[in-house]
T-cell receptor, first 112, second 113 residues
Framework: QKEVEQDPGPLSVPEGAIVSLNCTYS??????FMWYRQYSRKGPELLMY????GNKEDGRFTAQVDKSSKYISLFIRDSQPSDSATYLCAMSANTGGFKTIFGAGTRLFVKA | NAGVTQTPKFQVLKTGQSMTLQCAQDMNHNSMYWYRQDPGMGLRLIYY???????DKGEVPNGYNVSRLNKREFSLRLESAAPSQTSVYFC????????????FGEGSWLTVV
């Protein structure tokens, strides 16, 4: 079993839809939770960062962490064609600076 | 504002050839990383360097070597390329600490035939 599981999609939605992207994990030591966005033929870039449980909102994006269920989500409101990308969840523990584990990524297509 | 710069962007190698991927960061970060990204596998850590002068194996180190030349530069070497090393390689860096943001380069597309 992978430490981080993420549905690879692809997920195709119409413009304006609410998108829900999710990851589950098995390591209860994870405390830092991140979402990266990766456009085609580009490197991943940080989109959202959350420490421990709770919600964080940034414009059209909301990140949720439920540590009791080992489940994290990214919601995109009023999705735009420019949101079409691969979204990777990532998480790390407070034990050493290297152990960041990435999900496989979910490909999202937003149709105009 | 360059961030993380890696070269070359594209490379085709024959089986058994060697090559070095170069990476440099201008953000004064302590930690640097090399990942490979394959379809359905996500990003997998090959090697990392927590600070200048140190390197350690990650999840998939076999067939690779690294050099942390100085604080800015971290190179990845394939001594004898194999088709299984066909992948997209990303160099990354961050300030030391698990909660700090990882910054990625643009990627190097490597094909081994």
């Amino acid at each position: 079993q992978k430490e981080v599981e993420q549905d690879p999609g692809p997920l195709s939605v119409p413009e304006g839809a609410i998108v829900s992207l999710n990851c589950t994990y098995s390591n209860s030591a994870f405390q830092y939770f991140m979402w990266y966005r990766q456009y085609s033929r580009k490197g991943p870039e940080l989109l959202m960062y959350t420490y421990s449980s709770g919600n964080k909102e940034d414009g059209r994006f909301t990140a949720q962490v439920d540590k009791s269920s080992k489940y994290i989500s990214l919601f995109i409101r009023d999705s735009q064609p420019s949101d079409s990308a691969t979204y990777l969840c990532a998480m790390s523990a407070n034990t050493g600076g290297f152990k960041t584990i990435f999900g496989a990524g979910t490909r999202l297509f937003v149709k105009a | 504002n360059a961030g993380v710069t890696q070269t070359p962007k594209f490379q085709v190698l024959k089986t058994g050839q060697s090559m070095t991927l170069q990476c440099a960061q201008d953000m004064n970060h302590n930690s640097m990383y090399w990942y490979r990204q394959d379809p359905g596998m996500g990003l997998r850590l090959i090697y990392y360097s927590a600070s200048e002068g140190t390197t350690d194996k990650g999840e998939v180190p076999n067939g690779y070597n690294v050099s942390r030349l100085n604080k800015r530069e971290f190179s990845l070497r394939l001594e004898s390329a194999a088709p299984s090393q066909t992948s997209v390689y990303f160099c990354a860096s961050r300030l030391t600490g698990p909660g700090n943001t990882i910054y990625f380069g643009e990627g190097s597309w490597l094909t081994v035939v």
